[in-house]
Structures are given as C-alpha cells and as structure tokens.
C-alpha cells in the first residue's frame, strides 16, 4: 500500500513517511535526565512532531525495562477550564488509562477509586504516590498538552506536580516530562480571583527546557526520498532550496507541501510526472488560499496583543523600533509559536517563507475583497503580462483617495501604508501569479517580487517585477538615492528581471497630495527604475 505525507496527528509509519522520531531528540540528554531523575520540559509548536517523538520515546524505554513509561494527553481537560475539581479528575483518569494501556492490569484503575473521594487539591498527588508504591518499577510520565490547561486548574496541576516531588521515585514518579508550545516559565496565568502568577514559580522543580527543532535540509530530502523511492516519482532539484526558503524546516508545512504537490493536485497522481519548482510554487499557493487548520491556527494568534508587539515593528520595517525596545517575554512567546525566528547577530524576523506570506495577506484579507472593481483583464498587457504602470498609476489614485480613512482601519496601523499596496497587488495576482515578499525589523525596507506566468502549465517564460517600499524619514533624495541601490541589488539577486520600483510613502502630512503622487524614471547603474511618490 501507497504510504502519504502525513498532515494531521502523530506519524505512524506504516501509513505516513516518517523521519526517526528519537533522531531528532538528543536520547543522551533526555536519558541522563531521566536517570537523575529530574523534572523537565519539552516544547516546540504546534505540528512540529512533539507527540510522535514522546510515543517513540515512551515505547524506547519501555522495551529497555528499566521505567515503566507511559504518555498521557490532558487536553481533555481544557473544556473544564477553571472547574479545578472536574480538571483534576479528569487528568487522574487520563493517567490512569494510559498506565493500564502500558501495564495490562486494572491495577491503576482500582488505585484511581481509592482517591475518587479525596479533595481535589490534593487528588492528583495522592493518587501518584499511591500508584508508584504499587508499581514493579519506577515511573516515567510524559504529560502532553500541558498548556491547554489554564487558569486555577492549571496551578492545581502543577502545584500537585511539585508537591510529590521529594518521594520520587518510590512513592512518586521517577521522571516527569511537560510537553507543549510554550516552556513552562512562559505561562502567564490568571486565576479566576484575577491574581496572575507564572508557570514557572508553580512549577520551580523544573531541571531544563528542551525545544524540538525543525527539520534539516538534509531530513527534508530523505523525507522526500521515501516517497521516490516507494512510488518513483522524481522531485527535481529546484524543488528543494524552494521547499527550504518557504518553511525552513517546519514539519507540518513540509509535509504539507509534498502531500498537496503529489495528492492534491491530481495530475501528479500520474508518479511518472516530475515534479518541478513552479509545481511547488503552485501548491504553496494553494495551502496559503485555503488556510488549513495550521494556518488559522497561527491566523488567530496575530489578534493576541503580545504578538502583534512584536510582529507589527517587523512587518512596518520601523526605524523607530529595535529589537531591545520589544518585550523579551513577547519575543519569546512568538519564538515558542514558531512566528519568528530570534538568532545571535542577526535581526529578528519572521520564521519562513510562508509565514512571510500568510501574514500581510491575512491582514490585508477584507482589504483586497474591495478594493478593485475592474476586471483584472484591463491591467494585462497583449502578451498576459502585468501592466505595471497602469496598475500604479490606478493604486496611486486609490491611495490620495482612501489613505487617510483605510490605514486607520488596519490592526496592523503602523505597517498600513506598504499594507495597502500589498492587499492591492495581491488581489490582482491572485489566481495568475505569486508576491514573494522580504522584509524584517531593521531592514527600514519591504522587498517584493511579483511573478505572473504568461501561459498556462508549467515551464512557461515568467514576468518578473520587483517593487521596493519605502517610508520616507528623513531627506526625500537621500531616500531615493539609497531606494535606488537597495533596488538595484535586489534585481541583481533575483536576476532576469522585467521591471524595477520604488516606492516611497511620504506619512509627514507637511504636503499636499499633489506635491506627493508623482512618478519617474531614473537610472542606475545601467537599470531603469521607476520611483513612485505616494
């Protein structure tokens, strides 16, 4: 049977390609913390792979005999919310389940009874002791989904976690691993008395952080490998490097990627079809317009006031802002999510390609529903190419009109203006070419490169346009002389390019519209580039 790139839950190899879950763990690490039986975490976001490594894991020490190992899921208990009492019985009931699974006795079950009349604050912890004492071995707890729980049930949790400590592991669990997106001293949680305390003075036992990272270059080709290797169907060369640049590595759009290229688009269930860069270009687009669960998922986050301080800066390419002026604790909530990538000497940016994509799309999404009421055709040229002018010359009409009333309208306010131009290009290509967009904090710069296929199917000639935005701080010729450059090389990196802009955004309010909509040419270096005032 066909194997497939698995997009949803644990892997499980007989159904899905799977990379060795323990090889992207450091097992020494994990294995000698557990030996000093310490208390830790590991953490990463969301469809990284978290759960089939604490399987893999828990099923690894099971088979060397020296813990008992089991895997339990509290998630179950988010519904309850601040109902400590529900939380907790629910948890022990988890636990105790999963034990049973592991031991094939009834033995925690009949343990579980015996604490049914306790009090909550005390239930969970007496009902570990009670099932370490009676067990052959000592016990490993894997606690998955940890942050789901929240408010009083969660300090509950914790606490009753910390309490037992010191009898470990004779009458308390020998090692117990906390698994979810965000690291333990992350949490910020409030109690239903509006008290806010954080995770890690509830849980102050904990050795280490562990973070699950993403995938290498290399995994990604042996990933891929495996379905050459079972079906036949090739993946070109080009393929990797893009598959790189748009996900760095993260597991869920990796395999998203390759699952919508060699399943969803049906004609490459042919496995003699190649699969080639402009497919995966295609398949990018589509998992973007569609916004699978993962997508609204990191959507829904870009609401949350501590991420929109330190995703707004970035996207708005502000001078006024460094990357010491955002919250630490805010940069490292994004860091957890998978949003942004924080690395030494570097600026901070957002994690991918795609992200880079969602994110001025999905703020600018009710934006590009009405901006544009001519049919797209009236801005192709004979040949199916962009008519770049046309369309700057209509933008720039559109911007003197609605600047003032739609930036405002923005979540994202400070970002509005190279916002605006993107939701209108966007809803121009949509359907007939992609925006590849660079930007981050400390660039003072939104590099974008249009491409629009000028025929149909694939390895056909491309238009290629790059756009360079610009807030104008400062003196008008310096910016445009610097624009030019930054233009400039911009084109040279992306090569055989059709077009160049700059663009640049004059918010002083010192001047009219007349004295800010303008356009000209100018040259560089033996390139045209055509600068845009707005």
């Given at each position: ?16 390609y799977?990379?060795?879950p ?7 690490d994990?294995?000698?913390l ?8 590991l ?12 399987l893999?894991?828990?099923d ?22 601040n109902?400590?009492e ?12 999963m ?6 006795s009834?033995?925690?079950i ?21 099932l ?6 000592p ?5 998955d989904?940890?942050d ?45 008395n ?8 509830a849980?102050?036992?904990?050795a ?22 079972e079906?036949?169907q ?14 760095e ?16 688009m049906?004609e490459?269930?042919d ?14 687009e ?14 829904d ?5 501590r991420v ?37 000497g570097?600026?901070?940016r ?9 994110i001025?799309?999905e ?6 529903q ?5 049919e ?18 209509d ?9 003032d009333?739609w ?9 509005g203006?190279q916002?605006?131009?993107?939701a ?9 070419g ?7 904090l ?8 249009i ?21 104008l701080?400062g003196?008008?010729?310096?910016t445009?002389e610097?624009?030019?450059e ?19 955004f ?16 100018r ?11 707005m």
């Amino acid at each position: 049977m066909e194997r497939f790139f698995n997009t949803a839950g644990p892997n499980v190899p007989a159904d899905s390609y799977t990379l060795d879950p323990l090889s992207r763990l450091d097992l020494d690490d994990i294995l000698d913390l557990i030996k000093m039986k310490k208390y830790f975490v590991l953490h990463a976001p969301r469809q990284t792979g978290k759960t089939s490594c604490l399987l893999a894991l828990r099923d690894y020490l099971n088979e060397q005999g020296d813990y008992i190992a089991v895997y339990a899921n509290v998630e179950g208990g988010q519904a309850a919310r601040n109902n400590v009492e529900r939380v907790i019985r629910s948890t022990c009931d988890t636990i105790a389940r999963m034990v049973r699974n592991v031991i094939k006795s009834d033995l925690p079950i009949q343990i579980k009874e015996q604490v049914g009349g306790y009090e909550a604050d005390s239930m969970l912890t007496s009902y570990l002791a009670f099932l370490c004492e009676a067990l052959p071995k000592p016990l490993v707890l894997f606690i998955d989904e940890i942050d789901a729980l929240v408010g009083d049930s969660l300090v509950s949790v914790l606490r009753q976690l910390r309490a037992g400590y010191d009898e470990r592991p004779a009458r308390f669990p020998q090692s117990i691993v906390l698994c979810g997106v965000r690291d333990v001293r992350d949490y910020r949680i409030v109690l239903s008395n509006q008290d806010i305390i954080t995770g890690g003075s509830a849980f102050n036992i904990k050795a280490k952080s562990l973070r699950l990272g993403n995938f290498t270059p290399d995994e990604i080709r042996q990933l891929y490998s495996q379905h050459t290797t079972e079906t036949g169907q090739v993946f070109e060369e080009e393929c990797f490097p893009l598959v790189w640049q748009a996900t760095e590595g993260q597991p869920w759009l990796v395999n998203a990627l390759a699952h919508e290229v060699t399943y969803e688009m049906r004609e490459n269930r042919d496995r003699t079809v190649r699969i080639t860069a402009e497919m995966m270009y295609r398949a990018q687009e589509r998992i973007i317009y569609r916004r699978d669960t993962h997508i609204d998922q990191l959507i829904d986050k870009l609401r949350e006031p501590r991420v929109k301080r330190v995703i707004e800066p970035i996207i708005a390419n502000s001078d006024n802002v460094e990357q010491q002026d955002i919250p630490d604790d805010d940069i490292m909530y994004c860091t957890d999510l998978g949003l942004v990538k924080k690395e030494t000497g570097r600026p901070l940016r957002i994690a991918c390609g795609i992200y880079r994509e969602i994110i001025p799309r999905e703020l600018t999404w009710s934006k590009q529903q009405t901006m544009i009421t001519q049919e797209p055709v009236w801005y192709l040229n004979n040949d199916n190419s962009l008519n770049i002018e046309k369309l700057l010359l209509d933008f720039q009409q559109f911007f003197r009109q609605n600047a003032d009333s739609w930036i405002g309208r923005f979540d994202y306010a400070e970002a509005g203006p190279q916002l605006l131009l993107q939701a209108y290009l966007q809803r121009v290509v949509n359907g007939g070419g992609y925006i590849d967009r660079e930007y981050g904090l400390g660039r003072r710069r939104t590099d974008l490169l249009i491409r629009k296929p000028l025929t149909d199917g694939y390895g056909g000639p491309i238009q290629r346009v790059v756009m360079e935005l610009k807030i104008l701080r400062g003196d008008l010729e310096k910016t445009i002389e610097k624009g030019l450059e930054q233009t400039a090389a911009y084109m040279d990196l992306v090569g055989s390019v059709d077009e160049g802009h700059f663009i640049v955004f004059d918010r002083s309010g010192d001047k009219s519209w007349d004295e800010r909509i303008w356009h000209e040419p100018r040259q560089y270096q033996g390139r045209t580039i055509t600068v845009w005032g707005m």
